[in-house]
């Protein structure tokens, strides 16, 4: 484990878990003057049944636009702290593949912060959490918060 960390990404959803994961981000981020990243994953996995597109393509724009302003909340909250270098993404796709990825593009990340269970998606059960999926595949450290 290195003595400071650099750059922290801090991926999250609507869950308790993700803010719970955001807030202890945000501290190391503060403790180790760090850079600090929130991506937060749109999941569209579940979005691609071509007979219901309309009804699901408003449940996904209804999604980005929470995921959305949950950053505009992310970033008023970071900036009453002593974090000097924040940024949010909102992404679409697979959370657990776009999380790895978006680490292994930006290889100044050194940890990883996300919570131990995120919400529900209809692929939990069959293929695992996605925080597992992180542990198991993550180009740097990674700390799971409860």
């Known amino acids: ?32 003057q760090a850079k600090l990243t929130t991506l937060y994953v749109v999941d569209d996995s579940a979005y691609h049944t071509p007979a219901l ?5 408003e449940l996904l724009d209804a999604e980005a636009s929470h995921a959305k302003a949950a950053m505009v909340d992310r970033r008023q909250f970071v900036q009453t702290t002593t974090v000097a270098d924040f940024k949010t993404e909102v992404a679409y796709g697979n959370p657990k593949r776009l999380i790895i990825d978006y680490a292994k593009q930006h290889p100044e990340i050194d940890l990883v912060v996300l919570g131990a269970t995120g919400k529900d998606s209809p692929h939990r059960v069959a293929v695992g959490s996605t925080t597992s999926y992180v542990v198991d595949h993550a180009p740097c450290n990674v700390i799971v918060i409860r």
């Open 1 to 32: 484990m290195p003595s400071t960390y650099q750059h922290v990404l801090v991926p999250v959803d609507s869950s308790a878990a993700a803010q719970a994961a955001f807030n202890e981000a945000v501290n190391i981020a503060q403790r180790h």
């Open 53 to 57: 597109d309309p009804v699901l393509g």
